[in-house]
């Protein structure tokens, strides 16, 4: 199961819960946001590093301009031009049908 927060929750989350989502969301395949800052973007994947451990890898995929501090801070950075159906069918895809040799263990679409 993943997780799916948009911009208001995510603030919140970082203001006042940001160990708690983290350890949840660390274990969690897939954690989806949507419609936050850039400075959100890049934190939560900074913060998904940091609570994943260094056996796991953060990918991080954007479309925009607001979307390269994220992909920069990622251990795999990912551009895609296209709109936003394309990152839920590239996650699906590696997720349930895969790539040989290739597991995405955290996913982040912000």
Do not use: H
């Amino acid at each position: 199961m993943g997780i799916v927060i948009e911009g208001d929750s995510m603030q919140e989350i970082l203001e006042n819960y940001e160990e708690d989502f983290m350890e949840i969301a660390a274990e969690a395949p897939a954690v989806v946001v949507c419609r936050c800052s850039p400075t959100q973007k890049a934190r939560v994947v900074v913060l998904l590093q940091k609570y994943a451990g260094a056996k796991r890898r953060v990918a991080a995929i954007g479309d925009g301009g607001n979307d390269v501090s994220m992909i920069q801070a990622a251990d795999v950075g990912i551009g895609i031009e296209g709109t936003s159906l394309i990152f839920f069918l590239w996650v699906w895809w590696v997720e349930f049908t895969g790539i040989p040799g290739v597991k995405v263990k955290y996913c982040c679409l912000l």
